[in-house]
């Protein structure tokens, strides 16, 4: 942290305060609209100029939502599909972040670049070939298959991060567990792993950001109204002639609130997995 | 996984593991790949393969049949179809024209909002928050919230536009208006990202070096484009990379907002591919779309890489 003297600077300190109003401003003022359009009547939704404030407020879309439209089968599907490939994506990605960063193996470092490169693939080159391997899996319209997709994808961001977490812890924490006579499974389980907890948590929120978001695979993949996840389920609410944003937006604020609470907990894991995550190695 | 079990009865080893490095070391090596193997195994089906089999299929004569598609034959026309296709030109251009402008816009506004809460002495904590939730929003409903904001009728940009005198405009169905809104729903979800990103290299810039630059009579401006660009570098070019990689597999946003239009108006490389193949069901084509995408995602990342490492180098 950088200590500057801003002495004879009280006018600037008031434009901080002014500019991060601002920002305040820009960002906030949409996330209003979604939340306050949520509240309003179908009616009023569609008043001409818009009402800036919901009256009456009504709670009729939050019904509709899990009512008509069949949001809380999407929210399951999300759910389901997002903690289990966000579990696989630990386990495996710590074992393998384990090894990677500890364990002496010849082509680490070719292996690295090679997991990077991957993760910067764009889903749409690999999204035909996987429908095609899915469908002769069986496995279109179920839970496995997105699972499968999204472990893959995560993992080798995932790797990296734990990997980089992993190296950061001193050797000599080993060596006590191989004096007490412990195997490596159990060193990494009772004395690594509490030590590379805060990766788990960074790699653990970006792979259920990155799982809860998702559209594209989970459009091709899981189409039919049963299996949709979020994000597909409120693209294809309505009809094609009318778009019901009152019950899109009652639904949008449950699907942000998740998220919004865990990110808002663990902000100082997502930051640190934005910034250092990435750039070490 | 059973590779993993059969590694857990071997490893708790017998002998002591002090004093014999030699075996030891083979010995963890083994255990390393062990460990190592089910990612591989998940990542090389699920990644690599696709991706080998993506290309296979944009150099076949692929034709659809009831029970899958047929690859016969090896063929370099899907390529040439796509290269002289007009939709296709047209998708590459408004692809890399709409990165160019949505990444710079998103770095310059997200620079001076990581400056701005860099002084704030008060709340940063409650604006960092504010800022992680664009971030962690589906962009399906960040699609849908514009959707609603540029409706022609009862949309607040309407309102909006129409209170400056510009009467009502039909955002979506014009070609640049709907670029342009595409844009900004874009730079509202994504500036936010770049501003937390520079904020977090800011914080780690030495304090001294502007003390110094104080003392030397620096004025604001100055010191920000003589010594906080330069040091910053590295981090611009970390938020860059980033940015450029996602924006060129831009999706979501125009499949929702847009549909591609009007006519081809947002149509991006990867809508083209995805259409191409799932609405037109012309496989080759679409996977030749795909794999040009993906080799010129890839070379921007090698090419971003070396300039990144360059410029490490140079910190060292």
Known sequence: ?281 | MTTISSAAEQAPVSAPLVGRPDINRKRMARLGWTFTSPALIIIGAVTIFPIVYSVVISFSNATVSGNGVALNGFTTSNYSLVLKNSTWHYALGFTIIYTAITVIVELVIGTMIALVLERLTAGRGFMMALLLIPWSMITVINAELWGYIYQGTYGVADAILNAVGLGHPDVLGTPTPAIIGLMIADIWKTTPFVAIIVLAGLVMLPGDVYEAAEVDGSSGWSTFWRITVPLLRPTLALALIFRVLQAFGLFDLPYVLTNGGPGTATTSLAILGYDAIFKNLSYGPGAAVATTTALLVLLGCLLSLRAFRVQVGKED
């Open chain 1, 1 to 281: 942290m950088r200590n500057r003297k801003r002495t004879g600077w009280h006018r600037i300190i008031n434009g901080v305060n002014i500019s991060a109003f601002f920002v305040v401003l820009f960002v906030g003022l949409p996330l209003y609209w979604l939340i306050a359009s949520s509240f309003k009547t179908p009616d009023n939704l569609g008043d001409s100029p818009p009402q800036y404030f919901p009256n009456p407020v009504t709670l009729t879309n939050y019904r509709d939502a899990f009512g008509p439209e069949d949001f809380g089968i999407y929210f399951r599907n999300s759910l389901i599909i997002t903690l289990v490939a966000t579990a696989l994506v630990l386990i495996v990605g710590t074992m393998a972040g384990y090894a990677l960063g500890r364990l002496p193996m010849r082509g680490k470092f070719t292996l690295m670049v090679t997991l990077l490169i991957i993760s910067v693939f764009p889903a749409i080159a690999v999204v035909a070939p996987l429908y095609l391997l899915l469908r002769d899996l069986g496995w279109l319209n179920s839970y496995q298959g997105l699972i499968l997709v999204y472990t893959a994808f995560n993992l080798p961001f995932a790797v990296w991060i734990l990997r980089n977490y992993m190296l950061g812890i001193p050797k000599e924490m080993e060596e006590t567990g191989r004096i007490d006579g412990a195997g490596p499974i159990r060193t990494l389980w009772t004395i690594i792993l509490p030590m590379a907890l805060p990766g788990l948590f960074t790699a653990g929120i970006f792979c259920f950001t990155a799982c809860w978001t998702e559209f594209l695979f989970a459009l091709t993949f899981n189409s039919a109204n049963n299996y949709r996840t979020i994000p597909v389920g409120i693209a294809e609410f309505g009809t094609v002639y009318t778009v019901p944003y009152g019950t899109i937006f009652a639904a949008s604020v449950v699907a942000v609130v998740p998220i919004g609470i865990l990110v808002f907990i663990f902000r100082k894991f997502v930051i640190s997995g934005l910034t250092s995550g990435a750039v070490k190695g």
